[in-house]
C-alpha cells in the first residue's frame, strides 16, 4: 500500500542511523586526522537530508516540481545571519521561532502565488521567485552583497545561565542536526500517511477528480508548500550554523538544482528516499571532486544512468529489490539486452547447421 | 409527477468560439427519477453534464438547484451541496486502494479532513460509509485492491461507487457503462435500477436498452439543441425522435 513499506526499510533506516550515530566511535579509526573533517561533511549531509526530505513532500507527495526550493533554504540562513547580535551568541529558542514564522509567511506569499500553476509553468514561477530572492540579497548592502553576511557566534540552547547544548562543540552540533532529521523524518511519515496525506496522494493522482468530489485542491497543496518551506528554513538555518554564514549561493537555482537531484536519485515521494539520497549525492560529490576536476562531467553522467537504470531511485530498490525480470525491464539494460539477444541470436542459427555436420562426419567414421 | 424539481435549467447555453455546444436547453430533474440525455455523439451531453456539475460555466442561462441559482459557482462548491458526477473517462486515484478511493470521497461531505483528525466517531463514519458504497456496487472484496490493479469494468464500477460515497441528493452519471461488456453492463443497470429509488439520477448513455429499461424520462439532444423530451413510452414512440436518431440507426442496421 501507498506509504507503507516492508520492513527492511525500517532496519536499513535504523542501522544506518545507528551507524552515523556511532561515527565518534568508529569514525577516527577509519579517517585517522581527517575525522573531524569528515564529521563535519556528515553533519552537512544531515542538514542536506532534512532539506532534500522537505522537498520530497511537494515534488514526490504532492507531484510539485518546484526549482526554486532552495529561497527557503537560503531564507533561513539569511533570518539567522541577520537577526543574529555581532557580538554575543543568539538564543534558539527565538532563533528557530522566528525562522519558522519567516519561512511560513513568505511560503504562503509566494505559495499562493505560484500553486495556481501547473507543470512546467510551476516550475518557471518557483524558479522566478527563487532568483528574483537571489539577485534582492546579492545586490542588497543590507545583506552583504555576494559575501554574504557572517555570523561570529552560533545560537545558543540555554536555560537562565545554563549552557544545555554547546553547539561550537562539532559533535553536540552534529548530533543536534541528527535529532532535527529524525524529527523531521518522524513528522513526514506521519502527515503523508494521514487524512491530510491521503487527500494529497489524490492530488498527485488526479487533482481534477478531487476538485469534482469538492476538495478545494489549492488550499491543500499551499499548506504543503508552507510545511515545506518551513522545514526547508531550518534546513537552511542548520547549514549556516555549520558554515557560519549566509551566502547568496545557497538560495541560487544552483542549490535548488542539486536538492532536486537527491530527491530523484533517493526516490521520488518516499520521505526516507530523499535522506539516502541527499547522502549518496554528497559521498559521489567528494569522490569525484577527489578524482578530478572535471568532477561535474561525472556527476551529471552518474545522475543519467541511476535516472536510466533506477527510475525509482535507491528507494526503490530496498522497497522492491529487482528480481532478473525487473533489472531487464530497465530502459539501458534492455537496450544491452536486445543487442545481447541480437547476437545470441547469430550464435543460435549457426548451430544446428554445426549439428547437422555431426552425424555425416560420424557417418563417414562409420 | 407534480412535485417541484430538484434541478432545471432555463436557456441554458455554452458556445466554445463559433459553436454552441449547449443551445437554449430548458431540463430538468424531479426528486427520485432517473432522468436519461440521448443523442449523438457531440450533440451536447456532456457539456450540459459538464455545466450542472459547475465544471464549465454556462455562457448564458440559469440553473436552478432547489430552487436557488447555481450557475457561476465552481466545481467543488456545487459538489459540497450535493451535486455528485462521474466522468465519461475512468477518473480514479489509481495509486490508492478502493477503500481509500471511497474515503477520500466520503470525508469531504462528512466534516471534511480536519473532522476525521479531531473525532475517532467522524473517521469511523467516514470508513462505513465508504465501505457501504463499495458493497452497494459489489466491490467489497476489492476494498483493499489499489485501484489500478482492477480490469476496466470494476474500475468504472468504482467511479460509481465513489459517487455514492459522497451521499448525493442527485447523481450526474457520463456514460457509466461506456466501454463494458454485455454482462457488466447488465450488472450496472440493474445496480442504477437499485439506486433510483433513493437518488435522483441524470443519466447519459449509448446503450439504448439499458436507457430504456432505466430511464423515467428521456430528453433527446441534436447539435446542442433538445429535440424532445418527455416519458420514456413517449420517446420510444416518437417520430421525431427515430426520424432523427433511432430511425438513423435501424436504415443502418438494415443495410
Redo the contacts between chains.
Keep these: 500500500m501507498l506509504h507503507r513499506y516492508p520492513k527492511r526499510v525500517s532496519i536499513i533506516m535504523l542501522v544506518l542511523t545507528a551507524l552515523v550515530a556511532l561515527f565518534p566511535l568508529w569514525g577516527p579509526a577509519l579517517f585517522g586526522a581527517r575525522s573531524d573533517f569528515v564529521l563535519e561533511q556528515l553533519t552537512l549531509m544531515l542538514i542536506l537530508a532534512l532539506f532534500a526530505m522537505s522537498l520530497d513532500l511537494l515534488v514526490g507527495v504532492v507531484g510539485l516540481v518546484s526549482l526554486g526550493h532552495a529561497l527557503f533554504f537560503g531564507l533561513g540562513a539569511y533570518t539567522l545571519a541577520l537577526a543574529s547580535p555581532d557580538f554575543s551568541p543568539a538564543s534558539l529558542w527565538w532563533m528557530l521561532p522566528l525562522v519558522m514564522l519567516v519561512s511560513a509567511v513568505v511560503a504562503l506569499v509566494v505559495g499562493f502565488l505560484v500553486i495556481r500553476t501547473k507543470g512546467i509553468f510551476f516550475i518557471m514561477t518557483t524558479l522566478a521567485f527563487g532568483q528574483m530572492l537571489y539577485y534582492l540579497v546579492s545586490t542588497s548592502p543590507y545583506t552583504g552583497g555576494t559575501d554574504g553576511v557572517f555570523i561570529m557566534f552560533r545560537p545558543s540552547v540555554a536555560v537562565g545561565d545554563t549552557l544545555l547544548l554547546d553547539m561550537d562543540n562539532p559533535l553536540t552540533f552534529f548530533y543536534f542536526c541528527l535529532g532535527t532529521l529524525i524529527v523531521g523524518y518522524v513528522f513526514l511519515r506521519w502527515l503523508t500517511r494521514s487524512y491530510y496525506g491521503q487527500v494529497l496522494d489524490g492530488i498527485h493522482d488526479n487533482e481534477h477528480r478531487m476538485e469534482a468530489l469538492g476538495y478545494a485542491t489549492a488550499s491543500y497543496k499551499l499548506i504543503a508548500f508552507v510545511i515545506a518551506g518551513v522545514m526547508a528554513a531550518i534546513a537552511g538555518m542548520l547549514a549556516a550554523m555549520q558554515y557560519g554564514f549566509a551566502n547568496p549561493a545557497q538560495l541560487g537555482w544552483h542549490t535548488s538544482g542539486e536538492v532536486l537531484m537527491m530527491v530523484i536519485l533517493g526516490g521520488m515521494g518516499t520521505i526516507f528516499g530523499p535522506i539516502l539520497g541527499a547522502f549518496a549525492f554528497e559521498i559521489l560529490l567528494h569522490t569525484y571532486e577527489h578524482l578530478t576536476t572535471h568532477w561535474p562531467i561525472l556527476m551529471g553522467i552518474t545522475i543519467i544512468l541511476a535516472v536510466l537504470i533506477l527510475p525509482k531511485g535507491i528507494a526503490g530498490l530496498i522497497i522492491a529489490p529487482p528480481g532478473r525480470d525487473a533489472l531487464m525491464k530497465s530502459p539501458l539494460l534492455r537496450w544491452f539486452n536486445r543487442r545481447g539477444q541480437a547476437g545470441s541470436a547469430a550464435v543460435k542459427s549457426s548451430k544446428p547447421a554445426a549439428k547437422s555436420s555431426k552425424p555425416a562426419a560420424q557417418s563417414k567414421e562409420g | 409527477m407534480s412535485t417541484a424539481p430538484l434541478l432545471e435549467t432555463h436557456g441554458l447555453t455554452r458556445r466554445f468560439g463559433g459553436l454552441i455546444a449547449v443551445n437554449d436547453v430548458d431540463f430538468d430533474v424531479k426528486p427520485g427519477e432517473i432522468h436519461a440525455i440521448l443523442g449523438p455523439n457531440g450533440a451536447g451531453k456532456s457539456t450540459l453534464i459538464n455545466l450542472l456539475?459547475g465544471?464549465i460555466p454556462p455562457s448564458s442561462g440559469q440553473i436552478l438547484y432547489r430552487g436557488k441559482p447555481i450557475q457561476g459557482k465552481?466545481?467543488?462548491?456545487i459538489?459540497?451541496m450535493g451535486i455528485g458526477?462521474s466522468?465519461q473517462k475512468t477518473?480514479?486515484?489509481?495509486?490508492?486502494?478502493c477503500l481509500?478511493n471511497c474515503?477520500?470521497?466520503a470525508?469531504?461531505?462528512m466534516g471534511g479532513?480536519f473532522g476525521?483528525?479531531r473525532s475517532r466517531q467522524q473517521?469511523r463514519a467516514v470508513s462505513e460509509r465508504a465501505l457501504q458504497a463499495l458493497e452497494t456496487c459489489q466491490l467489497v472484496q476489492r476494498a483493499?485492491t489499489?485501484a489500478s490493479d482492477m480490469s476496466y469494468g470494476e474500475q468504472r464500477q468504482l467511479q460509481i461507487a465513489?459517487v455514492l460515497a459522497?451521499a448525493p441528493s442527485l447523481m450526474l452519471l457520463d456514460e457509466p457503462m461506456a466501454g463494458m461488456g454485455r454482462e457488466e453492463t447488465a450488472q450496472v443497470t440493474e445496480l442504477l435500477k437499485g439506486l433510483a429509488d433513493q437518488y435522483p439520477l441524470v443519466l447519459i448513455e449509448h446503450d439504448m436498452d439499458s436507457v430504456f429499461r432505466l430511464a423515467h424520462r428521456i430528453t433527446v439532444m441534436v447539435d446542442g439543441c433538445v429535440l424532445e423530451t418527455g416519458p420514456t413510452d413517449q420517446i420510444r414512440r416518437s417520430e421525431k425522435v427515430r426520424d432523427v436518431y433511432l430511425g438513423r440507426h435501424h436504415e443502418e442496421a438494415q443495410a
Design positions: 456539475s465544471e465552481k466545481a467543488r462548491q459538489a459540497r458526477r466522468h477518473n480514479i486515484f489509481p495509486r490508492l486502494n481509500q474515503q477520500l470521497a470525508r469531504i461531505h479532513v476525521s483528525w473517521a483493499y489499489p465513489m459522497t
